[in-house]
């Protein structure tokens, strides 16, 4: 029997829907929510994303602003620009994209974002508080697959839900959100990652798996208990032929195969993506609430 798929579209309509009731709100009360993206360099992917994330801004009437920078651009240019916005009263949250050219420092950069204004919850304060489970900004794509599940009904609260991949921006926040006392939390966690051993023996025993280890169709139907819940984080662009741009975008999981054994699971594209975008939005409303004195 074939999965019933979990789409990134339909929760994040209603989660979109939401949202747009606290715009209202906000501008009733005389607040825009504004977001900022910056990005430097040329990296083809996250042109795409930081253009979605423009569009998404502007469909939902907020504030919109996206700062390109060349490749050549020096950390102290860069860290100049994020001072700016920390100081600008009309951004409520802005990012800078991710991954930086290899000579800027990315934790120098995170470092210096205003945590207030700290829409990924990259800098470390934020993440302490996620981790001590205080209200605030949760990560976009971990927060973005917990809604996920609550949205779709997926019992989390006593499930063992193993981690695939070990990074600061997914695999770590999404096992510590999980293992947060409450609801779409309570579960059972296990990460496992390149150097883990036996990794298909622990995969085995996830109800809920999520994958974000970047590396493309990495679990197969083998690692997957049958009637597992499979949330597939991966965008890898692969060659193909076949496809008109000559390339196209698969997941962590070989989804054809392993939707035949998932009860539930995530595609690529159409999941977890826009679920991230969806999230980014989500903190950046709630960064205008904060500033307007409406908000924790
Ligand atoms: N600072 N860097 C920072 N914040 C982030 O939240 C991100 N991320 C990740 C990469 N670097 C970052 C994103 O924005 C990943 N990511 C992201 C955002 C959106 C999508 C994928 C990754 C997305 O919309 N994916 C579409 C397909 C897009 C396409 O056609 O290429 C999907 O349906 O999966």
């Known amino acids: 029997m074939s999965a019933e798929l979990i789409l990134g579209k339909d929760v994040s309509e209603e989660i979109y829907a939401e949202l747009r009731q606290r715009i209202e709100a906000l501008k009733a009360a005389g607040t825009l929510p504004g977001l900022a993206v910056v990005l430097v360099g040329d990296d083809p992917a996250s042109h795409v994303y930081v253009r979605k994330k423009g569009e998404m801004c502007e469909s939902l009437g907020m504030r919109s602003k996206t700062i390109i920078m060349p490749e050549s651009t020096t950390q102290s240019e860069l860290l100049s620009v994020i001072a700016d916005l920390n100081a600008d009263p009309e951004i409520h949250g802005f990012l800078v994209q991710l991954p930086l050219p290899p000579h800027i420092d990315e934790k120098a950069v995170i470092n210096a974002v205003a945590p207030e204004k700290d829409v990924d919850c990259f800098h470390p304060y934020n993440v302490g508080r996620m981790l001590a489970g205080d209200p605030g900004f949760l990560p976009a794509t971990p927060a973005g697959v917990q809604q996920m599940l609550v949205r779709s009904g997926v019992e989390t609260a006593g499930k063992h839900v193993v981690v695939v991949g070990r990074s600061n921006i997914v695999g770590k926040p999404m096992a510590a959100m999980m293992m947060q006392k409450g609801p779409g939390a309570d579960s059972t966690v296990t990460v496992v990652h390149s150097r883990t051993a036996n990794l298909p023996e622990i995969t085995r025993q996830a109800d809920i798996l999520v994958v974000a280890i970047g590396k493309p169709r990495f679990v197969t139907a083998d690692m997957v208990k049958d009637g597992a819940v499979v949330i597939d984080v991966g965008t890898n662009r692969i060659d193909d032929p076949t496809h008109p741009k000559g390339s196209r975008l698969v997941g962590d999981v ?38 307007a004195g409406v908000s924790q």
Do not use: H, Q, W, Y
């Not at 195969?257 to 999941?271: D, F, H, L, Q, Y």
């Open 254 to 291: 070989d989804f054809d195969a392993v939707k035949e054994k998932a009860s539930r699971i995530t595609p690529v594209p159409g999941g977890v993506g826009p679920m991230t975008i969806c999230m980014l939005m989500a903190n950046t409303v709630r960064a205008a609430e904060r500033s």
